[in-house]
């Protein structure tokens, strides 16, 4: 089993709150100014995780990097892509793993509406991944491998799961992203990526757990 997930980072998010921790004020607010993520109002321990599985690929890593093995395998999300264009929010992210390789960057361009891929498709979570970024990341863990999303969210990383043909357990503690969630990996599900060998041979169930 392995481990991929976006999980709460523990900076207090509150996505333009009113007691100014968030981000995405002013001219960067969104349609989730004031929305909280849920567990993000207190440092994140990532030691619970990694007991479970044998890989572990945990995005945010930066912010609770001193509660983690020291790794030569971190990944770096470039979300500008030599567009040259910065903003309040960061120019890339960063995922701790323990995959035993070297560095690696994936870049793909994510920007407000200005996205490399999804276009036209509204977010749903306001730290939602894009989903070419989750099938990256799985590409890295071995077929067959089960991969478990602890904080699911709106399940990109199910989806990317299920278009690779990849067998996925996710866990979300809210209830209403639990059943966006489940709603796009069924979605994924019924329309398989037909230039992928996997997607039309890996079994058909997938699982989501409701905390």
Not at 133 to 156: K, V
Request: with cysteine.
């Amino acid at each position: 089993m392995a481990i991929v997930s976006d999980p709460p980072y523990g900076i207090g998010f509150a996505h333009g709150g009113n007691d100014n921790s968030g981000i995405g004020r002013g001219a960067y607010a969104t349609k989730f100014a004031k929305i909280e993520i849920r567990g993000d109002d207190r440092p994140f321990d990532p030691a619970p995780l990694l007991t479970i599985g044998n890989q572990h690929i945990l995005w945010g890593g930066n912010h609770f990097a001193d509660r983690l093995p020291s790794s030569s395998a971190w990944l770096t999300w470039d979300k500008r892509a030599a567009s040259g264009h910065s903003n309040d929010f960061a120019d890339c992210e960063l995922a701790w793993t323990d995959l035993g390789t070297v560095a690696r960057m994936f870049r793909h361009h994510w920007d407000g509406m200005m996205k490399a891929s999804e276009r036209g498709q509204p977010r749903v979570h306001p730290t939602q991944k894009p989903i070419a970024l989750m099938e990256w990341c799985i590409r890295f863990i071995a077929n067959g491998t089960i991969i478990l999303d602890p904080y699911m969210g709106s399940g990109t990383t199910g989806v990317a799961s299920v278009k690779l043909g990849r067998p996925f357990i996710g866990i979300e503690i809210d209830e209403g992203y639990f059943d966006i969630a489940c709603a796009r990996i069924r979605k994924a599900h019924d329309q398989p990526d037909m230039l992928i060998e996997a997607a039309r041979t890996a079994p058909a169930a997938q699982e989501a757990l409701d905390l």
